[in-house]
């Protein structure tokens, strides 16, 4: 399935770096979403855009920096990140729900972030 | 707070029945969600519960108890491809939109 589509799949950066990975969803949802997926621990919710508006922030530190330019695409900036941040980094789509809330979110394959 | 729990990891044989529970306790509750998720890849929507009672679809079914905060996923007719974590998650109301909070996920390993 190439509903939502992540890029790069793996990414090995310095602490130092800036990058940005990238989000694109073909399915006409109004919400996306950012997640941090790391080892033996539950996915953890970053940020949430509906209708390309910052809807919540679960206090992720600062240098995370998301993106929604329009509705279906979204970006997540990197910059000095620490190597506690190495994580599977997902990204999901959702039709905003507006009082229904049995849509699923439908995820991407993820990247892989390596913080050296 | 929010606490949703589900056993780490779990072994079946090719053919058989296995049951992954899911408990939950959270501060507001508008369904239970189970995704699957092959290592590397896209966790991907298996099903969706908000009353109670079981939804069959397949050979998944899921059922829910809301005043136990009790959920499972049964699985029958265990085939190889069913080896993934299966990831249990509430959807909380949040202003206009959802939110979804997920347990650690069952590691479920399927042999011949």
């Known amino acids: 399935e190439t509903g939502v589509t992540q890029t790069p799949r793996h990414l090995v950066m310095g602490m130092t770096n800036k990058k940005s990975l990238k989000c694109e969803q073909h399915?006409?949802?109004?919400?996306m979403y950012w997640y941090k997926q790391s080892a033996k621990k539950p996915l953890e919710l970053m940020f949430v855009?509906?209708?390309?508006?910052?809807?919540e922030n679960n206090s992720v530190p600062s240098r995370f920096s998301p993106e929604c330019p329009n509705s279906s695409h979204l970006f997540l900036h990197l910059h000095t990140l620490q190597p506690e941040d190495s994580a599977l980094y997902l990204c999901a789509s959702s039709q905003d729900p507006g009082g229904q809330y049995n849509q699923p979110q439908h995820f991407g394959d993820g990247t892989r972030l390596s913080i050296l | 707070g929010q606490n949703i729990d589900q056993p780490t990891e779990m072994t079946a044989t090719e053919g058989a029945i296995v049951q992954i529970n899911c408990t939950y306790q959270?501060?507001?509750?508008?369904?239970l969600f189970w995704y699957q998720q092959h290592a590397g890849e896209a966790p991907t929507f298996l099903s969706y519960?908000?009353?109670?009672g079981l939804e069959e679809k397949g050979r998944f079914s899921s059922f829910l108890s809301r005043s136990k905060g009790y959920s499972y996923l049964l699985l029958k007719e265990l085939q190889m491809k069913d080896s993934a974590s299966y990831l249990c998650a509430v959807t909380q109301p949040s202003g206009g939109y959802s939110t979804l909070t997920f347990g650690k996920g069952t590691m479920l390993l399927v042999s011949p």
């Open positions: 959270t501060s507001g509750f508008n369904g």
């Open positions: 855009y509906s209708l390309e508006e910052r809807v």
């Open positions: 519960n908000v009353l109670d």
């Open positions: 399915l006409g949802h109004n919400a």
